[in-house]
């Protein structure tokens, strides 16, 4: 089995396990770990699914998970990040945006990623230098030039409010370029609608690389890039990533340049 084939069979199982608690979570299954961050049962329960899942074909492998943290002594070695239920929040409350989000890391590079919307049965997959697809069908990421009437997706800073002027700002300048923005509240299943075309660009502060790594691998593989806010890859040491066509990220950065630095955020 390949790791792209475990990744899509965890997947596909722990999504069984979020449908059947999807508008019926137990009482007392809720429990915020920080001021405004959840986590629920299904939470675990997908996590430990995923990890049961990938270990009977690769035993010996790390993981990284939001829920169950580091999991192997080597975190060098070949590790699965896990985000088990990417937009919690929206879970709880019953609106229908989240996903699953696996990826597989060897060494500093991303080979693998799967994100499973299991809602609306669309599987997004890539493998390092073998493109993208949706259901099997290849992605590409939008062709606009730039930002001037740009679809765009981005995620409030819930973890980090002392930051709330700087990204307001910043979203008033993409705002009054940009066609639209939308904030759905999945990090995850934004970033693979912007490697579908769907969203021209993305941008937000201080995520996880489990909230990262999938959708990075997609929207390389079809064509797009994924920076932090200077242009450089520190997004997986800090979090503050901007994404898109190649034109959309650079007005991106450019927007951002106007009102704050990489070291701000």
């Known amino acids: 089995m ?15 396990i979020l449908v059947r608690r999807w508008r019926h979570l137990p009482a007392g299954s809720i429990e915020e770990k920080k001021k ?21 074909h690769f035993p010996a492998d790390n ?10 002594a080597d975190q060098t070695a070949r590790t699965w990040i896990v985000d088990p239920l990417d937009g919690t929040a929206n879970f709880i409350a019953g609106f229908p ?19 499973w919307d299991p809602l609306r049965q669309e599987l997004y997959s ?16 939008s062709p606009r030039p730039g930002l001037d009437g740009a679809f765009v997706a981005t995620g409030f800073p819930f973890r980090s409010r002392d930051r709330i002027d700087l990204y307001l700002t910043l979203f008033k300048t993409v705002f009054l370029k940009a066609r639209g923005i939308r904030r759905a509240g999945s990090a995850a299943l934004d970033l693979a609608n912007v490697a579908a ?12 690389p489990w909230d990262i790594a999938a959708g990075a691998i997609l929207i ?25 066509s190649a034109g959309v990220a650079a007005e991106l950065r450019a927007a951002a340049a106007g009102v704050l630095s990489e070291g701000e955020i």
Do not use: H, K, P, Y
């Open 2 to 16: 390949t790791l792209l084939q475990a990744a899509i069979e965890a997947a596909a199982a722990a999504g069984e």
């Open 126 to 141: 890539a493998e390092r230098g073998g493109g993208a697809f949706r259901n099997g069908a290849r992605l590409s990421v």
């Open 197 to 208: 075309g769907v969203f021209d660009g993305f941008f937000e502060f201080q995520l996880s």
């Open 36 to 56: 405004n961050d959840f986590v629920t049962i299904a939470d675990r329960e997908s996590e430990e699914r995923i990890v049961s899942s990938v270990r009977s």
């Open 220 to 244: 390389e593989e079809a064509g797009g890039t994924v920076t932090d806010f200077d242009g450089g890859d520190r997004f997986w040491e800090r979090g503050n990533i901007i994404a898109g």
């Open 63 to 72: 993981f990284l998970g939001e829920e169950g943290g580091v999991r192997g």
């Open 97 to 115: 945006f989240w996903c699953i989000s696996i990826a597989v890391r060897e060494g500093a590079q991303i080979v693998a990623g799967v994100i």
